[in-house]
């Protein structure tokens, strides 16, 4: 297996044929959006698009845009980014970091950051588009650039199928696509099978009876609840998941009160689920529920809780077939291809596929500086590494701009290409 180290030295001088794209991605990672809300980027790629000589649509299921490129005879081939970012303040101290606040969904103002690389995936599949667009002698079909809203609320992909976009522009043959990681940059992660977990997003909600907060007596706490829930819900992986199955169960959100000498009557729960199999899934959710009743029980609530399931999609499974086709044009790009194994991180692009059909390849693009990998020569030491560094969500998440962008750019364009063979 070849070393980190020689990514860093296959990296020197790739800045040049970037430049423009890197100019692209900070003004992205400067602006960023919130799901469905992102008009000023959906009109940057749109802009480069119909200078490239795609025939250009937006609107698609709300802000996303869909370029095409009918090049002769041939197969259709769906090359995708998302746009979206999210409700974080910047802490990265960039020159080009975001100050921007937005309202969200329930009204309230927050600050917004591209911490989950959605800037890097919109400015490589553009780099991309360009190099195919520049060399169609090289291929021969129809090169579909989908660049899609809202995959951080699970909707996104939904959205834009529902609004036909396979009866308005064709169906692909593979639905191609990349996510950047705290990998080397560089390096190139490929994994065949279920490659990303689904992931179930619900809202718990506990009753209680408020009251003074003086006279804890006279009311029935949900605070007290939550707490006791939280703790409770921790068990499920460790004492109800079998040890060779994989299942995250994350509490992102806890809301209830208004004033320190106020019981409140309610709280609300964000909780996040990721799971790989519909049997781990289901023990899970049954789980949530059954804690969430039995510690309302306990606490004699007044009523038992809602359980609200708010957004699901499923796992990413990368077609076995399609990642062997596509696994050349990858290592012409990237001098280290690994097998991340399982990533827990969860994507809506499988429901491009499914929708159409079609076999789905997802890769992760390395974006952390290389330097910290230095003699790193098996996954388990990268991710040991990578362990130490702010990752996808994290305020300080920074992927350096080269060679992340050469080795995304390239990587879309050699897959697109390798399907789109003459």
Same mark, same amino acid.
């Not at 999210?86 to 309230?108: I, R």
């Not at 009743?293 to 009523?303: D, F, L």
């Not at 708010?310 to 990858?330: H, I, K, M």
């Given at each position: 297996?070849?070393?980190?180290?020689?990514?860093?030295?296959?990296?020197?001088?790739?800045?040049?044929?970037?430049?423009?794209?890197?100019?692209?991605?900070?003004?992205?990672?400067?602006?960023?959006?919130?799901?469905?809300?992102?008009?000023?980027?959906?009109?940057?790629?749109?802009?480069?698009?119909?200078?490239?000589?795609?025939?250009?649509?937006?609107?698609?299921?709300?802000?996303?845009?869909?370029?095409?490129?009918?090049?002769?005879?041939?197969?259709?081939?769906?090359?995708?980014?998302?746009m979206?970012?999210?409700p974080?303040?910047?802490?990265?101290?960039?020159?080009y970091?975001?100050?921007?606040?937005?309202?969200?969904?329930?009204?309230?103002?927050?600050?917004?950051?591209?911490?989950?690389?959605?800037?890097?995936?919109?400015?490589?599949?553009?780099?991309?588009?360009?190099?195919?667009?520049?060399?169609?002698?090289?291929?021969?079909?129809t090169?579909m650039?989908?660049?899609?809203?809202?995959?951080?609320?699970?909707?996104?992909?939904?959205?834009?199928?529902?609004?036909?976009?396979?009866?308005?522009?064709?169906?692909?043959?593979?639905?191609?696509?990349?996510?950047?990681?705290?990998?080397?940059?560089?390096?190139?992660?490929?994994?065949?099978?279920?490659?990303?977990?689904?992931?179930?997003?619900?809202?718990?909600?506990?009753?209680?009876?408020?009251?003074?907060?003086?006279?804890?007596?006279?009311?029935?706490?949900?605070?007290?609840?939550?707490?006791?829930?939280?703790?409770?819900?921790?068990?499920?992986?460790?004492?109800?998941?079998?040890?060779?199955?994989? =299942?995250?169960?994350? &509490?992102?959100?806890?809301? /209830?009160? !208004? %004033?320190?000498?106020i019981? +409140?009557?309610? *709280? @609300?729960?964000?909780?996040?689920?990721?799971?790989?199999?519909?049997?781990?899934?289901?023990?899970?959710?049954? =789980?949530?529920?059954? &804690?969430?009743r039995?510690? /309302?029980? !306990? %606490?004699?609530?007044?009523? +038992?809780?809602? *359980? @609200?399931?708010?957004?699901?999609f499923?796992?990413?499974?990368?077609?076995?077939?399609?990642?062997?086709?596509?696994?050349?044009?990858?290592?012409?790009?990237?001098?280290?291809?690994?097998?991340?194994?399982?990533?827990?991180?969860?994507?809506?692009?499988?429901?491009?596929?499914?929708?159409?059909?079609?076999?789905?390849?997802?890769?992760?693009?390395?974006?952390?500086?290389?330097?910290?990998?230095?003699?790193?020569?098996?996954?388990?030491?990268?991710?040991?590494?990578?362990?130490?560094?702010?990752?996808?969500?994290?305020?300080?998440?920074?992927?350096?701009?080269?060679?992340?962008?050469?080795?995304?750019?390239?990587?879309?364009?050699?897959?697109?290409?390798?399907?789109?063979?003459?």
């Amino acid at each position: 297996m070849t070393e980190v180290t020689d990514a860093v030295a296959w990296g020197v001088g790739m800045t040049a044929s970037v430049d423009r794209w890197a100019d692209v991605y900070r003004d992205i990672h400067a602006n960023p959006e919130l799901g469905f809300a992102e008009t000023r980027t959906a009109g940057i790629a749109a802009s480069h698009l119909l200078n490239m000589g795609f025939e250009v649509t937006t609107g698609v299921g709300g802000t996303g845009v869909v370029g095409l490129v009918r090049n002769g005879p041939g197969p259709t081939v769906l090359v995708r980014a998302d746009m979206d970012a999210l409700p974080v303040l910047e802490a990265t101290g960039l020159p080009y970091a975001s100050t921007q606040v937005s309202t969200d969904a329930s009204g309230n103002q927050t600050p917004l950051m591209h911490a989950c690389g959605h800037d890097v995936h919109v400015a490589c599949l553009l780099g991309a588009c360009e190099r195919l667009a520049g060399s169609r002698d090289t291929w021969s079909g129809t090169l579909m650039a989908v660049f899609q809203p809202a995959e951080e609320f699970g909707d996104g992909a939904r959205a834009m199928i529902d609004d036909g976009l396979y009866t308005r522009f064709g169906k692909p043959v593979v639905v191609l696509g990349q996510h950047v990681a705290p990998l080397p940059a560089g390096v190139i992660g490929l994994r065949a099978g279920a490659a990303f977990a689904a992931a179930d997003s619900l809202k718990v909600t506990l009753h209680g009876r408020g009251g003074h907060g003086s006279r804890p007596e006279a009311s029935v706490d949900p605070v007290v609840m939550a707490a006791a829930t939280v703790m409770r819900m921790q068990t499920i992986v460790s004492r109800e998941i079998p040890a060779g199955e994989t =299942a995250v169960v994350t &509490i992102g959100t806890v809301h /209830a009160g !208004t %004033a320190a000498n106020i019981i +409140p009557d309610r *709280v @609300e729960m964000g909780l996040s689920v990721r799971t790989f199999s519909t049997d781990v899934r289901g023990r899970v959710l049954a =789980a949530i529920e059954r &804690i969430a009743r039995g510690e /309302a029980a !306990t %606490a004699g609530a007044p009523r +038992p809780p809602d *359980v @609200e399931l708010t957004a699901f999609f499923p796992a990413v499974v990368n077609d076995e077939a399609a990642c062997a086709r596509t696994l050349p044009a990858l290592r012409s790009v990237s001098p280290m291809i690994v097998d991340p194994g399982p990533v827990t991180g969860s994507e809506d692009v499988g429901l491009f596929a499914t929708a159409a059909g079609a076999p789905c390849v997802y890769w992760l693009l390395g974006g952390a500086d290389p330097a910290g990998f230095d003699g790193a020569t098996t996954i388990d030491e990268i991710a040991a590494r990578s362990r130490d560094l702010p990752s996808n969500h994290s305020p300080m998440f920074a992927p350096i701009i080269e060679p992340t962008l050469s080795t995304g750019i390239g990587a879309l364009a050699a897959a697109a290409r390798i399907w789109l063979q003459q």
